[in-house]
């Protein structure tokens, strides 16, 4: 009893400590990234916002398919969107919206990539946030006879048709007998058949690799590769190498681009809805605290306790990770209030069946945990397979968003109702005063 009493007031102690944290931390400014006017709400928890509530940049690229076979277009632009994606998204919370349109009329169809990226609305900023968009080309030395009266012989060089969209990938590796730092470049199945082409034909010629139309490296092609594995040496230092391996990743792109229009973004829900949301979720709390006080007593009371704490470890978790909220989010973090209780209502209506059956507090709480917990696994169980096929399936940010919170509801609910609703009621509960107990553990307006 004493340890379950002591836990408790951990408890208590680490929920305040929690919400402490989330009242008081504030998200570092950086003086790089102009934000929107934020809500005096959003300002004092300092939360992450999306698009939809704290504005961005919005960013319009056209992508260049004229070396792209009409059949491939589709795939070119996915893979293009994917990179994009990836290098303003690295963590896969930050919501930004990048997406493909397409245009045009007759036989010319436009190609272009729209960038949202909520909370940065310095244009400058958005635009690093993204990178060079460069454009890697793999071309051949040439000899060029010299004009009339030239001393040297004119270098120029060929296209071979190996651009960054035939690389998977490039990475740093050391030669197992010098030590001195090279670059592994590793083709897809298409590069590898061309680049051996290439390699096999010009044995001992250079094969430049340019980035944006200027030369980054010009190794010697010294033998036949028919693996698609490439490996570049020379008097690297391990800086220039990751420098080198860098401008290759980021030159990967299916095809070039190029930022044809600029846009800073307001709200488009803005405040209102923002403080909407919030209200939305106080309300909901006042009235499940208030069903669940007066129906189930003493255990509601200690229930809206564990509520309070659960929501406490989802604010700390948007914060940690951090999420970034949107409407949708705010929308699946009110829902799972709700879904919160669902499992401390379980128990409960189990406690009520084993005291009719005339059994003691403490058996009666044991065997409705008990009675319980299948239920309480099968739903929530059902809940995160659901959250996780919205994640994983879903191709936009505002569903995602709405999975990923409503998905973390459900297991932090779980660990709420049986670990910290189940303490509080034991730490409470004494055999001594059992008339009393029965009637606080009762339910409505009866005593059973």
Known sequence: MFRQRLFAIVLLLAAFAVGYFVYSTEVPATSSVTATSTPPVASRFAFKLGLDLNGGSHLVYKADITKVVPADVGSSMSALRDVIENRVNTFGVSEPLVQVESGGVGSTIDQKLIVELPGVTDIAKAIELIGKTPLLEFRLAREQAPAKGATTTAVFFEDTGITGRLVQRAQVQFNQTTGAPEVLL?????????????????????????????????????????????????????????????????????????????????????????????????????????????????????????????????????????????????????????????????????????????????????????????????????????????????????????????????????FTAITVTRTFLFAVSHKRHEGAARFLFGSGMTNS
């Open 186 to 414: 590793q083709f897809n199945s298409e590069g590898k058949d061309l680049f051996a082409k290439v390699t096999r034909e010009n044995v001992g010629t250079v094969l430049g690799i340019f980035l944006d139309g200027s030369p980054i490296s010009l190794p010697v092609i010294r033998e036949e590769i028919k693996d698609g594995q490439a490996n570049i040496s020379g008097s690297f230092t391990p800086d220039e190498a990751k420098l080198l391996v860098r401008d290759l990743n980021y030159g990967a792109l299916p095809v070039p681009i190029e930022l044809i229009s600029t846009q800073k973004v307001g709200a488009s829900l803005g405040e209102g809805a923002l403080h909407g949301g919030v209200q939305a979720g106080i309300w909901s709390f006042i009235i499940i605290a208030l069903f669940l006080i007066l129906w189930y007593r003493l255990p509601g009371l200690l229930a809206v306790v564990a509520l309070g704490v659960y929501t406490a470890i989802m604010l700390v978790l948007f914060k940690l990770i951090p999420v970034t909220l949107t409407a949708a989010g705010i929308a699946g973090f009110i829902l799972s209030i709700g879904m919160a209780v669902d499992a401390n209502i379980l128990i409960f209506e189990r406690m009520k069946e084993e005291f009719r059956k005339g059994g003691n507090v403490d058996g009666v709480m044991r065997e409705g945990f008990s009675r319980a917990w299948s239920s309480i696994r099968d739903s929530n169980f059902s809940s995160i397979i659901t959250a996780v096929i919205l994640f994983w399936f879903s191709n936009t940010s505002i569903v995602k968003g709405f999975a990923l919170i409503f998905g973390m509801g459900v297991l932090v609910s779980m």
